[in-house]
């Protein structure tokens, strides 16, 4: 829930100044007040949900990791905005892609 809320507040601040595609991204999700969240605004409401995803499946993935058997994944120290948009599409083409074999394999 906490991180939700700041996701939330971060998407509804204000921005200014620069490309918030080159923004990096603070593995320490505390550090993103000053960053993070004025480059967030500035971002298309597409790329502010891929981020968003991108977030979520990283921050709760190192959150969860031992507990149900997920590896840890947390953010890189060199992330930016960009890359972690690209990242998100690119992840979720894989799961596209790996949804055909799912619907054969359901089939067989």
Same mark, same amino acid.
């Given at each position: 829930m906490k991180i939700y809320s700041i996701?939330?507040?971060?998407?509804?601040? =204000?921005?200014?100044?620069? &490309?918030?595609? &080159?923004?990096k991204v603070p593995a320490d999700i505390t550090k993103w007040s000053s960053s993070v969240?004025? /480059?967030?605004?500035?971002?298309?409401? &597409?790329? $502010?949900?891929?981020? /968003?995803?991108?977030?979520? $499946?990283?921050? /709760?993935? /190192?959150?969860? =990791?031992?507990?149900i058997g997920d590896k840890s994944d947390p953010i890189p120290d060199d992330m930016t905005i960009g890359k972690a948009i690209e990242d998100q599409r690119n992840y979720i083409a894989r799961?596209? =892609?790996?949804?055909p074999d799912k619907t054969t394999a359901a089939t067989h």
């Open positions: 996701l939330c507040l971060a998407l509804l601040l =204000a921005a200014c100044g620069g &490309d918030p595609h &080159d923004t969240k004025p /480059s967030l605004q500035k971002l298309t409401p &597409d790329e $502010r949900v891929l981020f /968003s995803q991108y977030v979520v $499946r990283h921050i /709760s993935g /190192s959150a969860g =990791a031992g507990l799961q596209h =892609a790996k949804e």
